[in-house]
């Protein structure tokens, strides 16, 4: 066994002389790694956040146009990066969007104790009085692909919806 396996690295140090064979080699390696550095972005898909419905509220539970609103996530922190947050108000039952907020950057740090996110927000006046629903788009990006083509590899999601009660003051 020892014979055959000597011969073998004789035969592997004359093909290493042939320039032909060097650039074969070099030619299979830098793709493969290519493909599993390119890879590993495209497949580079996890949120920043994850919001829980569970334990995540609406203080006060109603309110009225004007009033400043706070919403307490409960969320799961998986790690730091940039991005944008589009909150809207949307009908509970029919998902029609009432108001849109402006598009912010995404908390970057934020997580309190108890794992709890904490976003504040101003009720428009002109709402229906009844049932309204809190969600917010969100968009990162996690690394150099995402940041690049953010439509076609960023990590875009919509958080669980809350809901609260709109009273016409």
Request: charged share 15%.
């Amino acid at each position: 066994m020892i014979l055959h396996d000597l011969h073998l690295v004789t035969n592997l140090r004359e093909l290493w002389t042939l320039e032909s064979f060097r650039a074969r080699i070099f030619m299979a390696i830098v793709p493969t790694l290519g493909a599993v550095f390119f890879g590993y972005l495209i497949a580079d898909t996890t949120p920043p956040y994850i919001f829980h419905k569970e334990g995540s509220y609406i203080v006060p539970p109603q309110g009225q146009g004007g009033d400043e609103m706070t919403v307490m996530w409960k969320v799961t922190h998986n790690r730091t990066c940039p991005g944008t947050v589009t909150r809207r108000l949307v009908d509970p039952v029919t998902d029609v969007v009432l108001a849109v907020y402006d598009p912010q950057p995404a908390a970057l740090h934020g997580v309190k104790a108890g794992d709890m996110l904490v976003k504040t927000f101003l009720l428009p006046r002109t709402l229906q009085s009844g049932m309204v629903g809190y969600q917010a788009q969100l968009s990162y990006t996690c690394n150099w692909l995402q940041v690049r083509f953010p439509d076609l590899f960023g990590i875009n999601y919509t958080t669980p919806k809350l809901l609260f009660r709109y009273e016409k003051g």
